[in-house]
């Protein structure tokens, strides 16, 4: 992004420098759990200390992201360029159910037109796997996640236009 976008770089390096910051604070949490998942003494509170602490990191890096730089994206590279991306990165390396997961998250809470165009993106085949056998799941996996917490009342926020 950076090479077709100069007056990126500081954001890209911001957001590069929260990933370092990010990373460590994971570990913890993944011991906490493993160690609540065991019955460790001590293990539940150690779990809500790790999770505050990934929370301060994680939770402004996520808002500097769509607010700032997903607002970048479409003046800084072509949709050709951002779908061979999005091909390599988030959909090759990943299995059909994880797919699922991240493809129902991404629409849950959409508007019918910003639905409509995301799940258009999908190829046919993989489109109705993904909307008509593994929705089912993730539908009442995520209104549980949501169900009760300060996340719930938060719309999905719109897809911009092509300009």
């Known amino acids: 992004m950076v090479q077709c976008n100069p007056d ?4 890209v390096e911001r957001m590069n420098a929260d990933h370092r910051t990010i990373e460590p604070a994971i570990a913890p949490v993944e011991e906490a759990a ?19 602490r990934l929370s301060e990191v994680l939770l402004p890096h996520l808002e500097r992201e769509e607010r700032e730089m997903m607002t970048l994206v479409p003046t800084s590279i072509t949709d050709a360029q951002w779908r061979a991306w999005d ?15 991240e493809g129902n998250w991404l629409i849950d809470g959409l508007d019918d037109s910003s639905r409509d165009h995301v799940v258009h993106l999908v190829p046919p085949v993989p489109r109705f796997v993904l909307l008509r056998i593994l929705d089912i799941r993730h539908r009442h996996d995520f209104a549980a996640l949501w169900k009760g917490t300060d996340a719930a009342p938060i719309p999905s926020q719109p897809i911009p236009k092509a300009a």
């Open 87 to 101: 091909q390599e990165f988030s959909i090759e390396p990943k299995g059909m159910q994880q797919l699922g997961k």
């Open 34 to 52: 493993r160690d609540l998942r065991a019955d460790h003494p001590g293990s539940g509170e150690a779990l809500g200390a790790a999770l505050s």
């Open 8 to 11: 990126a770089a500081p954001l």
